[in-house]
C-alpha cells in the first residue's frame, strides 16, 4: 500500500511563496512519475506539474510555468513544488499523486493520491 501526504499549504498573501512537500512510502517511489494537481471550489481537478523519476522530464500547466518548480529527492522519497509569485487564482486544495497510466496530465492516470494541501492566497 502507497500513501502519499502533503504538508506546506497556508495563506499567503499575492505575490508570496510556499514549498509544498509529498512524503511518500513505498520502496517503488523512485521507479514513478509523480505529479501535482490542483482542485478549487466548483472546478474540476487540474493537473499542475509532473516530473519523471529522475527529474530529467518535467512538465508545467501553462497557467504555472516559470512561477512554479517541482523536485524531487529520491532519498527522502519525497516531491515538492516551490510556487513563487502565488496568484489569488493559485487558491486550491493541492493533491501529490503517483502516475501509472501513460498520460501525466491527466488525473486518470494516476492511482494514489494524497489527501491535500490548503493553499489560499489572498489579493
Known amino acids: 500500500q502507497v500513501q502519499l501526504v502533503e504538508s506546506g499549504g497556508g495563506l499567503v498573501q499575492a505575490g508570496g511563496s510556499l514549498r509544498l512537500s509529498c512524503a511518500a512510502s513505498g520502496r517503488t517511489f523512485s521507479s514513478y512519475v509523480m505529479g501535482w494537481f490542483r482542485q478549487a471550489p466548483g472546478k474540476e481537478r487540474a493537473f499542475v506539474a509532473g516530473?519523471?523519476?529522475?527529474?530529467?522530464?518535467?512538465y508545467y500547466a501553462n497557467s504555472v510555468k516559470g512561477r512554479f518548480t517541482i523536485s524531487r529527492d529520491n532519498a527522502k522519497n519525497t516531491v515538492y513544488l516551490q510556487m513563487n509569485s502565488l496568484k489569488p487564482e493559485d487558491t486550491a486544495v493541492y493533491y501529490c499523486?503517483?502516475?501509472?497510466?501513460?498520460?501525466?496530465?491527466?488525473?486518470?492516470?494516476?492511482?494514489?493520491w494524497g489527501q491535500g494541501t490548503q493553499v489560499t492566497v489572498s489579493s
Open positions: 499523486a503517483r502516475q501509472s497510466g501513460s498520460t501525466t496530465w491527466d488525473a486518470r492516470s494516476y492511482d494514489y
Open positions: 516530473i519523471n523519476w529522475n527529474g530529467d522530464r518535467i
